[in-house]
């Protein structure tokens, strides 16, 4: 139980083009989903959080305006990259709670790349 | 403030030997201890989670335990299939959000 999909794994784009990477809750609710950055060998760092049909909460330092989040449904979140740059270029990750629970699942990532 | 740490950074066994991964934090009001492992180019793997001093959870030759200050993640008898980097986070239940040890990276040799 308590699995979290990504997709897509891996992306080419080129730059100023946009992406959409989608995260799915397969056998829960997820009242909450993150989305995280991680660069190689660094820690993971949280971008935003989103609760189901809410806005999303930004930390200090991430633009709002260029990684837009949907939470739309209860087993959804999309994070899109907008005119994504070779600075966006890293590694995303996506991860889900279920009601009553502080536990977080975590998606497999998505490699962007941006040439 | 609140803050985890892990220690060591990387730890290098040899198949078979025993060791433990520690990870000491200062939260006010503590919602639980979690452990992840985390593979290269892979989201992190939901391993324990811990609520109260004295607990222990098992898993294979992983076991965790939690003290008021610090939690344990003992791995007995290694395997090289052991080898990756272990998280420790807490929370304190503001915005959900985790609050994320520095990790240890675990290698294990044949």
């Known amino acids: 139980g308590a699995v979290v999909s990504q997709h897509p794994s891996r992306v080419i784009c080129k730059s100023g083009t946009s992406v959409k990477i989608e995260c799915r809750s397969l056998?829960?609710?997820?009242?909450?989903m993150f989305w995280y950055r991680q660069f190689p060998k660094q820690s993971l760092m949280l971008m935003a959080t989103?609760?189901?049909?809410?806005?999303?909460?930004?930390e200090q330092g991430v633009e709002k305006d260029k990684f837009l989040i949907n939470h739309a449904s209860l087993t959804l979140s999309t994070l899109t990259v907008t005119s994504a740059h070779p600075e966006d270029s890293s590694f995303y990750i996506c991860?889900?709670?279920?009601?009553?629970?502080?536990?977080?699942?975590f998606g497999p990532g998505t490699r962007l790349t941006v040439t | 403030e609140d803050q985890v740490t892990q220690s060591p950074e990387a730890l290098r066994l040899q198949e078979g030997e025993s060791s433990s991964l520690n990870c000491s934090y200062t939260?006010?009001?503590?919602?639980?201890l979690f452990w992840y492992r985390q593979d290269p180019g892979k989201g992190p793997e939901f391993l324990f989670t811990?609520?109260?001093?004295?607990e222990e959870k098992e898993k294979e030759r992983l076991k965790a335990t939690l003290t008021k200050k610090e939690s344990f993640l003992h791995i007995t008898a290694p395997k090289p299939e052991d080898s990756a980097t272990y998280l420790c986070?807490?929370?304190?239940?503001?915005?959900?959000?985790?609050?994320w040890g520095a990790g240890t990276k675990l290698i294990i040799k044949p």
């Open positions: 991860s889900a709670r279920q009601i009553d629970s502080y536990e977080q699942y």
């Open positions: 056998d829960f609710q997820a009242t909450t």
């Open positions: 989103s609760n189901e049909g809410s806005k999303a909460t930004y």
């Open positions: 939260v006010s009001g503590l919602r639980g």
């Open positions: 811990l609520y109260s001093a004295g």
């Open positions: 986070a807490t929370t304190t239940g503001r915005n959900y959000q985790l609050i």
